[in-house]
């Protein structure tokens, strides 16, 4: 019962977004092909050319700005992963030393039985 109700609802989707798009294709192929928002190669080139006639940046390229940029961030990113190494390197030896078994105290232990044993 629920199958075949959610069938007929289905067909008759489907049949009414056939309807909709058969009835509003004449007026979608009638309209003409206009951009309402200017596309971002020409912003990026009037851009570009207004930059390029200023003085200092006539000469100017964006591709070896590009590779300054990235050089500068990538030396940034092994500053900061050489400090978390540093950090992480004494992390682990405290913990080492924190966990390790006092041997000092075993020998001194040992050193007051033989005294004792001596008396």
Known sequence: MVESIATIIFIGSILG???IIFRKMPILVVLPEVSLLPTKEGLISKFGKRIKRILPFKNFSYELFLQKILAKIRILVLKIENLTFHWLQKLRESHQRKNAPKLDDY???IRQEIKKLKK
């Open 17 to 19: 977004i056939i309807i």
């Open 107 to 109: 020998w001194e232990k």
